[in-house]
Protein backbone atom coordinates (compact mmCIF):
# COMPACT_ATOMS: atom_id res chain seq x y z
CA UNK A 1 0.00 0.00 0.00
CA UNK A 2 1.19 3.50 -0.88
CA UNK A 3 1.94 5.71 2.05
CA UNK A 4 1.59 9.43 2.00
CA UNK A 5 1.57 11.44 5.06
CA UNK A 6 0.50 15.45 5.22
CA UNK A 7 1.70 17.17 8.07
CA UNK A 8 -0.73 19.80 8.91
CA UNK A 9 -0.19 22.85 11.33
CA UNK A 10 -2.11 22.36 14.46
CA UNK A 11 -0.34 23.78 17.41
CA UNK A 12 1.89 20.87 18.40
CA UNK A 13 4.56 21.32 20.80
CA UNK A 14 5.31 17.45 21.38
CA UNK A 15 4.06 15.79 18.08
CA UNK A 16 6.62 13.28 17.34
CA UNK A 17 5.24 11.00 15.63
CA UNK A 18 7.74 9.77 12.64
CA UNK A 19 6.20 8.13 9.04
CA UNK A 20 7.10 5.15 7.34
CA UNK A 21 10.96 5.25 5.94
CA UNK A 22 9.65 5.03 2.27
CA UNK A 23 6.27 7.48 2.88
CA UNK A 24 5.91 10.32 0.79
CA UNK A 25 5.91 13.42 2.85
CA UNK A 26 3.54 16.37 2.04
CA UNK A 27 4.09 19.74 3.99
CA UNK A 28 0.79 21.79 4.03
CA UNK A 29 1.57 25.45 5.13
CA UNK A 30 2.73 25.29 8.46
CA UNK A 31 2.77 22.10 9.00
CA UNK A 32 6.70 22.31 7.48
CA UNK A 33 7.29 23.48 10.91
CA UNK A 34 5.96 20.67 12.06
CA UNK A 35 8.45 18.44 10.13
CA UNK A 36 11.56 20.70 10.91
CA UNK A 37 10.98 19.96 14.15
CA UNK A 38 11.42 16.33 14.60
CA UNK A 39 14.63 16.87 11.32
CA UNK A 40 12.31 15.98 8.23
CA UNK A 41 12.36 17.35 4.79
CA UNK A 42 9.14 16.95 2.90
CA UNK A 43 8.97 16.14 -1.04
CA UNK A 44 6.35 18.77 -1.86
CA UNK A 45 5.83 22.18 0.33
CA UNK A 46 2.47 23.79 -0.55
CA UNK A 47 0.08 26.46 0.81
CA UNK A 48 -0.54 30.34 0.56
CA UNK A 49 2.03 30.53 3.11
CA UNK A 50 -0.35 32.95 5.10
CA UNK A 51 0.67 30.78 8.53
CA UNK A 52 4.64 29.48 8.09
CA UNK A 53 6.92 32.14 10.01
CA UNK A 54 10.14 30.72 8.99
CA UNK A 55 12.60 30.61 6.07
CA UNK A 56 11.95 27.52 3.86
CA UNK A 57 14.76 25.23 2.21
CA UNK A 58 14.91 24.86 -1.70
CA UNK A 59 15.23 21.02 -0.57
CA UNK A 60 11.71 20.09 -2.11
CA UNK A 61 9.14 21.01 -4.79
CA UNK A 62 7.23 24.78 -3.58
CA UNK A 63 3.88 24.68 -4.67
CA UNK A 64 2.51 28.19 -4.14
CA UNK A 65 -1.70 28.34 -3.55
CA UNK A 66 -3.84 31.44 -3.74
CA UNK A 67 -5.29 32.39 -0.25
CA UNK A 68 -8.53 32.97 -1.32
CA UNK A 69 -9.37 29.29 -2.64
CA UNK A 70 -12.93 27.21 -1.92
CA UNK A 71 -9.69 24.19 -1.05
CA UNK A 72 -7.85 24.45 2.40
CA UNK A 73 -4.41 23.79 2.31
CA UNK A 74 -4.47 20.25 3.48
CA UNK A 75 -7.35 19.52 0.86
CA UNK A 76 -5.00 20.72 -1.95
CA UNK A 77 -2.26 18.21 -0.73
CA UNK A 78 -4.80 15.43 -0.46
CA UNK A 79 -5.48 15.82 -4.17
CA UNK A 80 -2.27 16.27 -4.89
CA UNK A 81 -1.83 12.29 -3.08
CA UNK A 82 -4.99 10.61 -4.69
CA UNK A 83 -3.18 12.42 -8.13
CA UNK A 84 -0.15 10.25 -7.48
CA UNK A 85 -2.05 7.16 -6.76
CA UNK A 86 -1.11 6.84 -3.13
CA UNK A 87 -4.13 4.53 -1.17
CA UNK A 88 -2.64 5.46 2.45
CA UNK A 89 -2.84 9.09 3.74
CA UNK A 90 -2.52 10.23 7.20
CA UNK A 91 -2.74 13.94 7.88
CA UNK A 92 -0.66 14.43 11.25
CA UNK A 93 -0.76 16.99 13.65
CA UNK A 94 -4.19 17.90 12.24
CA UNK A 95 -5.77 17.94 15.53
CA UNK A 96 -5.84 20.62 17.75
CA UNK A 97 -5.87 24.91 17.86
CA UNK A 98 -9.22 25.73 15.81
CA UNK A 99 -12.13 23.23 16.02
CA UNK A 100 -13.04 24.91 12.52
CA UNK A 101 -9.90 23.36 11.37
CA UNK A 102 -10.17 19.99 13.19
CA UNK A 103 -13.28 19.70 12.07
CA UNK A 104 -12.44 20.90 8.02
CA UNK A 105 -9.60 17.94 8.77
CA UNK A 106 -12.33 15.13 9.41
CA UNK A 107 -14.47 16.05 6.36
CA UNK A 108 -11.34 16.20 4.63
CA UNK A 109 -10.90 12.12 5.72
CA UNK A 110 -14.66 11.86 4.25
CA UNK A 111 -13.33 13.17 0.71
CA UNK A 112 -10.22 10.53 0.80
CA UNK A 113 -12.75 7.68 2.10
CA UNK A 114 -15.10 8.99 -1.31
CA UNK A 115 -12.35 8.09 -3.37
CA UNK A 116 -11.63 4.73 -1.59
CA UNK A 117 -8.37 5.10 -0.01
CA UNK A 118 -7.90 5.11 3.38
CA UNK A 119 -7.27 8.01 5.80
CA UNK A 120 -6.07 9.14 9.42
CA UNK A 121 -5.53 11.82 11.34
CA UNK A 122 -3.12 12.29 13.94
CA UNK A 123 -2.44 14.79 16.91
CA UNK A 124 -0.96 14.65 19.85
CA UNK A 125 -3.43 13.14 21.78
CA UNK A 126 -6.14 11.25 19.29
CA UNK A 127 -6.27 9.09 16.31
CA UNK A 128 -9.04 9.59 14.21
CA UNK A 129 -10.57 7.51 11.33
CA UNK A 130 -13.66 7.79 9.07
CA UNK A 131 -14.93 4.31 7.61
CA UNK A 132 -16.70 3.23 4.85
CA UNK A 133 -18.69 0.19 5.04
CA UNK A 134 -16.75 -3.20 5.89
CA UNK A 135 -14.64 -5.10 7.95
CA UNK A 136 -11.81 -3.46 10.13
CA UNK A 137 -9.59 -4.15 12.94
CA UNK A 138 -7.75 -2.47 15.75
CA UNK A 139 -5.12 -3.61 18.19
CA UNK A 140 -5.41 -1.93 21.01
CA UNK A 141 -3.64 0.99 22.53
CA UNK A 142 -2.89 1.08 25.98
CA UNK A 143 -3.99 4.16 27.59
CA UNK A 144 -7.02 5.15 25.28
CA UNK A 145 -10.36 5.07 24.98
CA UNK A 146 -11.69 3.67 21.92
CA UNK A 147 -14.71 5.77 20.69
CA UNK A 148 -16.89 5.32 17.72
CA UNK A 149 -19.44 7.81 16.20
CA UNK A 150 -21.93 7.59 13.32
CA UNK A 151 -20.47 10.24 10.48
CA UNK A 152 -23.78 9.47 8.12
CA UNK A 153 -27.07 9.86 9.62
CA UNK A 154 -27.08 6.21 10.61
CA UNK A 155 -24.79 3.51 10.45
CA UNK A 156 -25.22 0.09 11.85
CA UNK A 157 -22.05 -1.64 13.88
CA UNK A 158 -21.25 -5.24 15.29
CA UNK A 159 -18.14 -4.38 17.59
CA UNK A 160 -16.47 -7.21 19.30
CA UNK A 161 -13.43 -7.03 21.82
CA UNK A 162 -15.11 -4.23 23.86
CA UNK A 163 -15.39 -3.51 27.07
CA UNK A 164 -19.39 -2.27 25.67
CA UNK A 165 -20.25 -4.87 22.32
CA UNK A 166 -22.64 -3.54 19.99
CA UNK A 167 -24.60 -5.90 18.04
CA UNK A 168 -26.21 -4.72 14.34
CA UNK A 169 -26.63 -1.75 16.44
CA UNK A 170 -27.85 1.60 14.40
CA UNK A 171 -25.75 4.17 15.70
CA UNK A 172 -27.05 7.71 14.94
CA UNK A 173 -25.57 10.77 14.46
CA UNK A 174 -27.81 13.13 16.92
CA UNK A 175 -26.70 10.70 20.39
CA UNK A 176 -22.90 10.37 21.42
CA UNK A 177 -23.63 6.14 22.79
CA UNK A 178 -20.17 5.63 21.25
CA UNK A 179 -18.59 7.51 22.98
CA UNK A 180 -15.40 6.66 25.88
CA UNK A 181 -15.45 2.72 24.89
CA UNK A 182 -12.84 0.73 25.39
CA UNK A 183 -10.91 -2.20 23.49
CA UNK A 184 -10.39 -4.80 26.38
CA UNK A 185 -8.80 -7.60 23.97
CA UNK A 186 -5.60 -7.40 22.45
CA UNK A 187 -7.95 -6.77 18.76
CA UNK A 188 -11.48 -5.14 18.79
CA UNK A 189 -13.41 -6.35 15.36
CA UNK A 190 -15.25 -4.10 14.18
CA UNK A 191 -18.02 -4.10 11.55
CA UNK A 192 -19.80 -1.25 9.55
CA UNK A 193 -22.96 -1.61 7.67
CA UNK A 194 -25.11 0.97 5.62
CA UNK A 195 -23.15 4.46 6.45
CA UNK A 196 -19.68 6.15 7.58
CA UNK A 197 -18.47 5.91 10.99
CA UNK A 198 -15.92 7.87 12.77
CA UNK A 199 -13.23 6.15 15.00
CA UNK A 200 -11.54 8.00 17.94
CA UNK A 201 -8.75 6.76 19.68
CA UNK A 202 -8.35 9.21 22.60
CA UNK A 203 -5.44 9.18 25.51
CA UNK A 204 -6.94 8.48 29.01
Request: charged share 20%; proline share 3%; glycine share 8%.
Amino acid sequence: MKSCWIFCGAPSDNFKVYPPENAYIIAADSGYSVLKKIGLTPNILLGDFDSLNEEVNDDCIIITSPAEKDDTDTMLAVKIALEKGFTDITLASSIGGRLDHTYANIQTLAYIAEFGANGCMMGENDIVYLLNEGEYSFDKIEGMYFSIFSYSQNVTVTTTGTKYNLFNYCLSNKFPLGVSNEIIENVCNLTVKDGQILVIFSKM
